[in-house]
């Protein structure tokens, strides 16, 4: 009887095991398939707008095989870095990127530890709202503040339409709350025990922060500042809206409001300038990504 | 160095009482143990020591001082947690250093404490390394350096071998012996592991449902323990709980256990019996290691009765043997070479010297 049943067995298990290796080989020929399309699908306008950058006006608009380049020339490069307008632009959105990130870091940061650490009356309720402040949307926003910030304009006169500091205050409101949910869900990964030890070795809650919490949620101290800057960075709506002088306008906005006149769109340079604005992140993302290492709390606690 | 008291302390999470009014008073240099099933408030009771968990009521005096609101930093204690706590970003010198360095300790002196602390516990060669690259052991040694290179008042250990393998916890449990011989400092120690409970204290405190059962040496908890909790919590395998009366026969007070069989009580455990009354529902408490095989020549006070084993488990040194006595199950300690086997009948002798005696419905040991 057992032996019959084992004979059985045998062979139904060895099918079995042959199929399981057949499905992860087909997954994978699949998961294969799948990422070939997306690459391309991503890929293919940043090459698009490479080749593009790389033609002379005449040949944008002549007749022949837009995929590749007859007379490759750098015109639009030299004519981009050598205008003080792109610089501008190019200056203005750096000082307003590095300002937002280092402002949202400067809240969020401290929020998320106090909202994730100090249990206080409210603190959940808190941390929900912070959430759904995020999920409202800048179309939604950009009319009412407009008129906000008109009326303060009256009532004080501080002027902050068309300055690009404007942008300073515009911008965290994005920022900030998505900042601190990210930080709230590092911070609340890191043992309990980690501050209570800090606390009885005489820390207190501000050196539980500088000196444990930010260093060992450094990864997500990184995604929040890449998050951060990537939003400031190609924030287009409330530029358009509240910057409207050439000296105040951020990248976006300003490739588009002075290389198309009118219905005359000059793609060489709009091309460009889109590349060497896309530039900045991917660099920040190539330089931070090597410090982006999970696993920072490795060997804190009982693993 | 400093005593610790807790006066009628209590812990209440809205409803629920954790801790409901513990008396405790822990001498200088003394090593107590906290030890309870889980849930019984130990730990809450070691965090309100330290100044994590605030109390409900009573007082928590630290050297005389009563602590109930001053903070954890302010307490001069040190705190060994389970899951070792350990910085992970910092070296084994830097986690160990942290609290000095944060009190401004000169540098000279951090390292010279460091240094001594890495020395006694064997951890020289890892002060460079991070946490990460330890073992589970070498872990929880950085954490007990971390403490004593504070040389605080108070030692408080929360459970600090319960993540390590059973080898290794004897190993640690010695180490902490051993650290605690050295550096004398008032230490309050929880674990839910009698063994250990047992083998480092100086007194052992058994708590249940958030009240002390009972605070005694490890001797004095078991060969006296208090009540019924008490008795089963200490000692392995646990002592033997077996239904009964007290009966008069032929003028003699014995204990009787079943319809056949029921044993005279020796003298002097007959006089402090004498006065329970006869109807009372009690139960004989008896430690395996009094139930052994049956002797030509019993002592006085041993009875031998005949039984047939359930089953045997050899451990080498002896063999625990497992029989059933009106429905409960008993265990005894017999010599490996008594010839137990399993299903067999077999000759015990119950040592009626070290029996106790409990009230079945309160659980009192009378």
Known sequence: ?303 | MADVTLRKVVKRYDDVEAVRGIDLDIADHEFVVLVGPSGCGKSTTLRMIAGLEDISDGDIMIGGDVVNDVPPKDRDIAMVFQNYALYPHMTVAENMSFGLRLKRYPKAEIKSRVDEAARMLDIVELVDRKPKQLSGGQRQRVAMGRAIVRNPKVFLFDEPLSNLDAKLRVQMRIEIKKVHQKVRTTTVYVTHDQVEAMTLADRVVVMNHGRIEQIGTPNELYHKPATKFVASFIGSPAMNFIPCRLEDIAGKLHVRLTDRLAFPLPPARAARYQGVPRTEKLLLGLRPEHITEAKPHPAPGVEAFDTVLDVTEPMGMETLIYFTLEGSQVCGRVNPNADAHDGAPFRLAVDLNNMHLLNEVTGVVL
Request: charged share 10%; glycine share 6%; net charge positive.
């Open chain 1, 1 to 303: 009887m057992t032996t019959v049943t084992i004979d059985k067995a045998g062979p139904t298990r060895k099918a079995k095991y042959g199929s399981m290796s057949r499905d992860r080989a087909w997954a994978l020929r699949w998961s294969y398939f799948f990422l070939v399309i997306f690459a391309i699908f991503f890929l293919t306008p940043p090459i698009y707008m490479f080749i593009t950058s790389l033609k002379s006006s005449a040949e944008i608009s002549a007749a022949t095989n837009p995929w590749w380049v007859f007379h490759p020339t750098l015109e639009n490069y030299t004519a981009l870095l050598t205008s003080n307008q792109f610089l501008r632009f190019f200056w203005n959105s750096a000082i307003v990127s590095i300002f937002v990130v280092t402002i949202t870091m400067l809240i969020s940061v401290p929020a998320a530890f106090a909202l994730s650490r100090m249990r206080f009356w409210g603190s959940a309720t808190l941390a929900t709202g912070v959430f759904l402040t995020y999920l409202i949307p800048e179309t939604l926003l950009f009319i009412p503040l407009f008129k906000m910030f008109a009326v303060i304009g009256d009532w004080t006169g501080i002027q902050l339409i068309n300055r690009w500091y404007v942008l300073l205050i515009l911008y965290p409101t994005l920022t900030v709350p998505f900042c601190t949910w990210i930080m709230i869900g590092y911070f609340a990964s890191i043992p309990k025990e980690l501050d209570e030890a800090a606390i009885i070795d005489g820390a207190s809650w501000f050196q539980t922060l500088t000196r444990i919490f930010i260093p060992v949620a450094l990864p997500g101290l990184i995604a929040a500042t890449i998050f951060a800057f990537t939003v400031s960075w190609a924030q287009f709506l409330y530029p358009l809206v509240f910057t409207t002088s050439t000296d105040q306008l951020v990248m976006p906005v300003g490739i588009i409001t002075t290389l198309i006149k009118g219905d005359v769109f000059n793609w060489g340079q709009i091309m460009t300038g889109a590349l060497l604005g896309a530039a900045p992140p991917l660099i920040i993302y190539a330089f931070l990504m090597d410090y982006y290492i999970a696993g920072l709390t490795a060997g804190a606690t009982k693993g």
